[in-house]
């Protein structure tokens, strides 16, 4: 068996062909599709409370303990969040909001968890300058967790980056409305930022440079839209519905802190990409309903014949719990986590946050 290899900017393949082995009949071949499972998931922040319940009392950081309940849902499928902080290494002063700084270790959870990467273009991406993101891109590179958004250096490429998916690859670029004051010219290039025109020539250049006869699906994941608003606004819908129309699969929104509707987008083609306006936040200390609220949205998608298509989503609900005996612990509130759920109080807050989400995504796309 020998080994060949395709290299695109920034990444190396591997597959391998047996020369002895002759072609497989066609009509040996399997007609069931592959299924895979990729899981997006919302904002995960990390504020001054949350940074007290971690710390031990030896100084270092845990906060494995908030993903317990969720990270079976995640095993054995490619999940994606939106890191919203900066991360740095210890010793340090840690912050939560206004300019989140926090340790290493969080990101750490985050992929013993089950997240295959994060997204890091958003507003508080430059909290602690040019600095922040570079610390924050080499410590996340120790952690495993693959990452797209934020450059750190003029010769990384822009745009998408490719991912083994399955039999297939994930191509994936991240892009913010801004951040938290006015991007300096000088450090313009590290922070892509929403931009029609310019998504689409990354979306060309994609289409330029993906391996031929490999099957890729898109996400773009946007940090936009106004905080705490439930609803998307008509130029984030025109947004979508272009980048959809334009080839993207998925539009995956971080931003208002809230859940907003998802939406189906048909294409000429006669496919659909589909749009999820808002996630919600996934782990945070905006402890009040409904930024408590948020969620996993697991999208299954069938390779048939080298071809992707998404077959549907379902989303399972969360609940930070604020107050139990795990410190802000990611709660499931899909139907069987609430059917098991001892306290009278928390299958309250449970049931409310199932009710809230369904409304907003529909009760056929809620666990």
């Known amino acids: 068996m020998k080994a060949a290899s395709l290299v695109l900017p920034g990444f190396l393949f591997f597959w391998f062909t047996d020369a002895a082995s002759p072609p497989v009949p066609a009509e040996s071949v399997p007609a069931v599709p592959d299924t895979l499972h990729l899981v997006l998931a919302g904002d995960l922040m990390v504020h001054d409370e949350q940074l007290k319940s971690a710390r031990q009392t030896d100084g270092t950081w845990r906060f494995d303990p908030v993903f317990t309940e969720i990270a079976p849902l995640l095993a054995g499928k490619t999940a994606w969040a939106n890191l919203e902080t900066v991360l740095w290494e210890t010793p340090a002063v840690f912050h939560g909001y206004p300019r989140f700084r926090t340790p290493v270790a969080f990101a750490e959870a985050v992929h013993r968890a089950g997240f295959s990467g994060v997204w890091t273009s958003n507003n508080h991406s430059l909290d602690w300058g040019v600095k922040g993101i570079r610390e924050t891109r080499r410590l996340l590179a120790q952690t495993s967790l693959t990452q797209q958004g934020v450059r750190a250096d ?34 313009a290039w590290m922070i892509p930022v929403i931009d029609t025109v310019s998504i689409r020539k990354d ?125 802000w612990l990611i709660r499931r509130a899909d139907l069987s986590a609430i059917s098991a759920e001892p306290s009278p109080n928390r299958r309250k807050s449970l049931i409310l946050a199932r009710k809230h989400v369904a409304g907003i995504l529909g009760d056929a796309n809620v666990r």
Do not use: C
């Open 154 to 187: 003029t010769s990384e490429a822009q745009g998408f980056r490719l991912f083994q998916f399955g039999q297939g690859l994930l191509a994936t670029a991240a892009y913010t409305y801004g951040i938290n004051g006015t991007i300096p010219d000088s450090v």
């Open 203 to 327: 979306l060309a250049v994609l289409q330029t440079e993906r391996p031929p006869d490999v099957p890729v699906f898109t996400v773009v994941a946007l940090h936009w839209g106004t905080e705490y608003d439930s609803l998307p606004s008509q130029s984030q819908i025109r947004i979508a519905e272009h980048l959809i129309r334009s080839g993207v699969d998925v539009v995956a929104g971080h931003h208002p802190h809230v859940i907003q509707p998802a939406r189906w987008v048909k294409r000429e083609s006669g496919d659909s990409g589909l749009v999820l306006f808002s996630l919600g936040n996934l782990i945070s200390a905006q402890r009040t309903f409904p930024r408590a609220i948020g969620g996993l949205a697991d999208i299954q998608i069938l390779n048939h014949h080298g071809r992707f298509t998404m077959a549907g989503f379902r989303f399972w609900p969360t609940w930070v719990d604020s107050r139990g005996p795990v410190p």
